[in-house]
């Protein structure tokens, strides 16, 4: 097979049984086993199994589907041929997904931790490590962040997009929807926003009028001191 393929491309892998001499073994239609050295094909399983035909075999329906690196043996009984060393690279991408989601809670004021990750990923969820032109724009489902926009953006390197100083200022639970174009979205578990540390005390009404003794409307048991 080629060197370097796109994870889910069908791997052609054809070859021969043969003789010491290099002459191909038509009297031969023994089962040829490709093995992988780690993770698995397509068919979830880390072997692949075809019959001879008069000395020839081909594995027309073999793929994998992850994106690395990978060795593959093929063998015949006893008969070994060299390692096939084969690179799968992420396929066209499909969707985004949250490498690192937002945190299930926060802080009223303060910037989420950690930054949330999103990666534009094919359909197998390898990362589109060729993406480092596109936008993600992850959107509030209520509310607005800190800048008072309900949605905020990062440019994708690499094929991931990092927030890092994602902040909302109103208590709530919230969820976060990840975009970017014509990709399927990505939307995040809920996220809740709690009381930042007391700072203040705030009056919310304050009394007009009242009368010496008597307990002031609107603020508790207030008394004049004796």
Same mark, same amino acid.
């Given at each position: 097979?080629?060197?370097?393929?796109?994870?889910?491309?069908?791997?052609?892998?054809?070859?021969?049984?043969?003789?010491?001499?290099?002459?191909?073994?038509?009297?031969?239609?023994?089962?040829?086993? +490709? @093995? =992988? #050295?780690? $993770?698995? /094909?397509?068919? *979830?399983?880390?072997? !692949?199994?075809?019959?001879?035909? %008069? &000395?020839?075999?081909?594995?027309?329906?073999?793929?994998?589907?992850?994106?690395?690196?990978?060795?593959?043996?093929?063998?015949?009984?006893?008969?070994?041929?060299?390692?096939?060393?084969?690179?799968?690279?992420?396929?066209?991408?499909?969707?985004?997904?949250?490498?690192?989601?937002?945190?299930?809670?926060?802080?009223?004021?303060?910037?989420?931790?950690?930054?949330?990750?999103?990666?534009?990923?094919?359909?197998?969820?390898?990362?589109?490590?060729?993406?480092?032109?596109?936008?993600?724009? +992850? @959107? =509030? #489902?209520? $509310?607005? /962040?800190?800048? *008072?926009?309900?949605? !905020?953006?990062?440019?994708?390197? %690499? &094929?991931?997009?990092?927030?890092?100083?994602?902040?909302?200022?109103?208590?709530?639970?919230?969820?976060?929807?990840?975009?970017?174009?014509?990709?399927?979205?990505?939307?995040?578990?809920?996220?809740?926003?709690?009381?930042?540390?007391?700072?203040?005390?705030?009056?919310?009404?304050?009394?007009?009028?009242?009368?010496?003794?008597?307990?002031?409307?609107?603020?508790?048991?207030?008394?004049?001191?004796?």
């Amino acid at each position: 097979p080629a060197a370097t393929v796109a994870a889910g491309t069908t791997l052609a892998i054809k070859g021969a049984i043969q003789d010491a001499s290099g002459n191909v073994v038509t009297t031969d239609n023994s089962q040829v086993v +490709l @093995t =992988l #050295n780690t $993770g698995k /094909f397509a068919s *979830g399983s880390n072997t !692949a199994a075809t019959a001879a035909k %008069n &000395g020839l075999f081909s594995f027309t329906s073999t793929a994998i589907n992850l994106a690395g690196a990978y060795a593959i043996s093929v063998t015949s009984g006893s008969l070994a041929d060299p390692i096939i060393n084969v690179n799968v690279t992420a396929a066209a991408a499909s969707k985004v997904g949250y490498l690192t989601a937002p945190p299930a809670t926060g802080s009223a004021g303060e910037t989420l931790s950690p930054a949330t990750v999103v990666a534009v990923q094919d359909r197998f969820g390898n990362v589109v490590l060729a993406d480092s032109s596109t936008v993600v724009t +992850l @959107t =509030l #489902n209520t $509310g607005t /962040f800190a800048s *008072g926009s309900k949605s !905020a953006t990062a440019s994708v390197t %690499n &094929g991931l997009a990092t927030f890092e100083s994602l902040v909302i200022n109103k208590v709530g639970a919230y969820t976060l929807r990840a975009t970017n174009g014509s990709l399927a979205s990505a939307t995040s578990g809920t996220l809740t926003i709690s009381p930042a540390a007391a700072t203040q005390v705030v009056i919310q009404k304050s009394p007009t009028t009242g009368k010496i003794n008597t307990s002031l409307s609107g603020l508790a048991n207030l008394m004049p001191m004796a």
